[in-house]
């Protein structure tokens, strides 16, 4: 029996991302990214290498009501963002909506000018085993 016809083919997809580039990213800073259907929540600091978490390690998100901290509890790592008007950051997260976060870098970009964008100042990160809960500080 030869294998050459299979007639499922045309029902078949490639399994998404393979044989694609990523999106472009935007040239100016922006402090998340939000779209449906995220697995993973890509944390993107200055001084630590990408972590990607999934969603469904997630048990809790911790937050102010101004919109300055947030803490994230994954069942293998904590993450402190700490920022301003991360109110847009906090419901994307809570609906598995948030693709990527990222800590501004003076050296990459300029500050927004909007100023009620939101901006990450600082995230720190927080292993499994790390006795140290991040702090948050007023």
């Known amino acids: 029996m030869s294998m050459a016809h299979d007639p499922l083919a ?3 997809k490639a ?4 044989g694609t580039t990523p999106p472009a990213e935007p040239e100016g800073y922006i402090a998340f990214a939000a779209k449906d259907n995220v697995q993973r929540l890509r944390i993107r600091s200055r001084s630590e290498p990408v972590n990607s978490p999934g ?6 998100v911790i937050y102010d009501e101004a919109g300055t901290h947030i803490i994230i509890v994954y069942t293998v790592l904590m993450v402190l963002v700490r920022g301003r008007n991360l109110q847009k950051v906090i419901f ?4 598995n909506m948030a693709d990527f976060i990222q800590e501004f870098d003076s050296q990459r970009w ?3 000018p909007d100023s009620t964008a939101p901006i990450i100042d600082a ?12 702090e948050v500080k007023h």
């Open 10 to 12: 045309q029902y078949r």
């Open 15 to 18: 399994p998404a991302g393979l």
């Open 55 to 60: 969603y469904n390690l997630l048990l809790n």
């Open 92 to 95: 994307a997260i809570e609906n």
């Open 110 to 112: 300029q500050k927004p």
């Open 123 to 134: 995230i720190e990160i927080r292993r499994e085993g790390s006795t140290a809960a991040p």
